[in-house]
């Protein structure tokens, strides 16, 4: 019984905490705080680990493992707890007070903002002193019910304090509000033939629900237009900050760019493709004045995160873009409104930074971004790759024709060919879907008659525009991508 009151307290804390936040802003979010510091301070392999193992939910996970973590111990030192040796109390003190120091690590978070955890603090430990007290007249159904009702407050607070906190910080009515002007440089327009018939492949355009997301934000930024600075500083030959009006000073261009994550696996999915407008880097660097000394632009966005890309990737004529529209509509929060990096041919650690405030011209062997800290390399071209995509692993095939098909991309250079083997047999040619352009995946079919009942393998292998072949070599994404064939296994009966 006792380590349930203890789980009891521990959630009343825990919401407390969370509703009392919401008045003093996101600053003073003790949830986000400690998932951010332990984001921060985790070692990059754990890290590579819980984007391999749960992919875009793995923020959702460390948000569970952190409360179960908290409630555990609560358990424990609650067991523990006496009159005299309050080691529950303790424990959920120490709780406040590391919520509290996490609330204060974070660049937005004033001194104010650990009144929240300290509250949440104290209200625990208040419920855990009064669920222990001992009384003549308690039964063990009293405690019970005293327990449920402080549980269900904290459940009823968390709940509501998260609510509520997302109603009042959402840029969801600033985004609405929002009409982007037509684009003075639209995209040419994508073919039918981009789509190869006959096999249900990935559409060439990937809908804003299904792009892949992979960042550090355990919370998702909701910083509106008119909050919005770029400030561009360093070796430069004027500092210069742009609010979300000077844009309109320069031209605005429509992409269609694929982006691809550094942590995408061999045959992975952490790669997507969408049409963007912004504004031409170099078009706003220019105004700053870049001097020659300058090879990396130190991006960084409001919580904090940083990347490193080469300046002359922003600067050269594959038009990086300060995006702030994406496949027709202003970019979704999650994807970075209300302004981000596109940046063609590298992966997004060095390259798409989201709700970008700031950029800082300097040098690679002056400055670290927060990925090339932890172990990535500083300079993370993509990597010529492919994918099967049907069919599936593990999926049964009747005999008979059928159709194969995937995706290739080489972002900047472009895929020119694709092979597919069947178990051991030759290199054949897949047919390709029309190349919209060398920033762009491409799709491939292959006609194959399933004739021989049992367990086949397809592979696949792609040549970018530059002749370069797809190495069979297989090197994990840690320090600067995967490389590898991707190859299925399937059965045919």
């Not at 789980?7 to 986000?32: E, H, I, K, Y």
């Not at 910083?223 to 309109?248: S, Y």
């Not at 929060?333 to 041919?345: D, I, K, Q, W």
């Amino acid at each position: 019984m006792r380590m349930v009151l203890g789980v009891a307290a521990a959630l009343l804390a825990l919401g407390v905490t969370q509703l009392a936040a919401v008045p003093f802003g996101p600053g003073a979010d003790a949830r986000n705080a400690v998932g951010s510091t332990v984001i921060d301070h985790t070692p990059g392999p754990v890290k590579e680990w819980a984007i391999q193992t749960f992919g875009t939910a793995d923020k959702l996970f460390l948000t569970i493992a952190i409360v179960v973590v908290i409630l555990v111990l609560a358990a424990v030192t609650a067991a523990a707890e006496t009159r005299r040796r309050p080691v529950g109390s303790i424990a959920i003190a120490a709780a406040g007070v590391a919520g509290a120091a996490a609330v204060l690590s974070r660049p937005e978070a004033g001194l104010a903002d650990v009144i929240p955890s300290l509250l949440g603090a104290a209200c625990g430990v208040a419920a855990l002193r009064m669920l222990l007290r001992e009384r003549p007249s308690d039964t063990e159904r009293r405690r019970a019910l005293a327990a449920l009702g402080v549980l269900a407050v904290g459940v009823v607070g968390g709940v509501a304090g998260v609510a509520w906190s997302r109603r009042l910080n959402s840029v969801e009515g600033d985004r609405e509000a929002f009409a982007a002007p037509t684009p003075q440089a639209p995209a040419p327009p994508i073919p039918d033939d981009v789509q190869p018939r006959g096999v249900t492949l990935p559409s060439f355009v990937t809908s804003n629900a299904d792009f892949y997301r992979i960042d550090t934000a355990l919370v998702v930024p909701q910083l509106p237009r008119d909050q919005w600075k770029l400030r561009i500083h360093g070796l430069v030959d004027r500092e210069i900050t742009f609010d979300f009006d000077d844009l309109a000073d320069f031209e605005l261009v429509e992409k269609v760019v694929t982006l691809t994550c550094v942590s995408n696996p061999i045959g992975g999915d952490l790669i997507s493709n969408a049409v963007w407008t912004g504004y031409r880097v170099r078009d706003l660097l220019a105004r700053a004045g870049v001097k020659r000394e300058a090879d990396m632009a130190l991006s960084t966005s409001s919580d904090g995160f940083t990347a490193g890309t080469p300046v002359d990737a922003l600067t050269d004529r594959r038009d990086a873009l300060l995006a702030i529209t994406m496949n027709g509509q202003p970019l979704p929060p999650e994807h970075g409104y209300p302004a981000r990096l596109v940046v063609p041919g590298l992966y997004g650690y060095v390259s798409a930074t989201k709700w970008v405030v700031d950029l800082e011209l300097t040098r690679f062997d002056r400055a670290q971004a927060y990925w090339t800290k932890l172990g990535w390399s500083p300079r993370g071209p993509i990597k010529t790759s492919s994918r099967v995509d049907v069919p599936r692993s593990g999926q049964v095939v009747p005999v008979g024709p059928v159709t194969l098909g995937g995706v290739a991309w080489a972002q900047n250079r472009g895929v020119r060919a694709v092979e597919v083997r069947i178990d051991d047999g030759i290199w054949q040619p897949a047919e390709l879907g029309a190349s919209y352009s060398g920033d762009t995946w491409r799709l491939w079919s292959f006609p194959w008659r399933a004739e021989v009942p049992g367990v086949h393998t397809v592979t696949v292998r792609a040549t970018d525009n530059t002749g370069q072949l797809q190495t069979e070599q297989y090197a994990l994404p840690v320090p600067d991508g995967a490389t590898g064939w991707h190859e299925v296994s399937f059965s045919v009966r």
